[in-house]
């Protein structure tokens, strides 16, 4: 089974600031890692996704997050923050080959102040 | 446009009283999900399904019931045995298949407990 950490409950930053929101799992076998985010009041959408190839994904809006085996983590960061970033992230863990269904993270909410 | 739609927004739920959380999707995806998300826990997978007449329990069935009659439509019907039903409840799709494991949400639906 597969697990997923996001070690922060709550980010918050100034804007124009970069920002990281960390992300941890746990898995036996080789995983596919996403990063959703959910604004106030709504569905989530996808950021970004790591499923093979560079350890480096750029996703939408500015962010990129970096997959490291080794460390079994897959970090969210963005060089310089906006206030409608404000919004929840979750990093979800899939095992290759396995179930399809992701296991999810508690979430960061990430607060962007002016 | 394809997308997922959920319905009502709101729904406000009377004791003893079964109430039933619209989801459908356009996009011929053949998985389907519900979760339900409380602040600080996440999501939770309440029920899913891969195909038609066919769907499994999540973590957290009990006091749920779905239905998958149609592709492209997976009801989910808070009975009254779920005692604490106050959430949010997210509808998800996906296709299955290598490469093709991004879940893509609906809107959501906010019950509450009169």
């Known amino acids: 089974a597969q697990s997923v950490t996001q070690l922060d409950s709550q980010v918050p930053v100034f804007e124009e600031a970069p920002v990281e929101l960390r992300c941890n799992y746990s898995s036996s076998v080789s995983v596919y890692l996403f990063w959703y985010v959910q604004y106030p009041n709504q569905g989530l959408q996808l950021l970004l996704k790591y499923l093979s190839g560079s350890t480096l994904v750029k996703g939408i809006n500015g962010f990129e997050a970096e997959f490291n085996k080794s460390q079994t983590s897959f970090h969210l960061r963005k060089p310089s923050v906006h206030i409608s970033d404000t919004a929840e992230y979750f990093c979800?863990?899939?095992?290759?080959?396995?179930?399809?269904?992701?296991?999810f993270g508690r979430g960061t909410s990430l607060i962007v102040h002016p | 446009d394809g997308g997922i739609t959920q319905s009502p927004k709101y729904l406000f739920r009377k004791e003893g009283q079964n109430v039933t959380l619209s989801c459908e999707q356009n996009?011929?995806?053949?998985?389907m999900y519900w979760y339900r998300q409380d602040p600080g826990q996440g999501l939770r997978l309440i029920y899913y399904s891969q195909i038609v007449n066919d769907f499994q329990k999540g973590d957290i069935a009990e006091g749920y019931s779905v239905s998958r009659e149609k592709k492209e439509s997976f009801p989910l019907t808070v009975t009254s045995a779920q005692k604490n039903p106050t959430a949010f409840y997210l509808c998800?799709?996906?296709?299955?298949?290598?490469?093709?494991?991004?879940?893509?949400f609906g809107p959501g639906t906010r019950l509450l407990v009169l």
């Open positions: 979800a863990v899939r095992t290759i080959g396995g179930s399809y269904i992701p296991t």
């Open positions: 998800a799709s996906s296709k299955i298949g290598q490469g093709q494991e991004t879940q893509y």
């Open positions: 996009l011929n995806h053949d998985a």
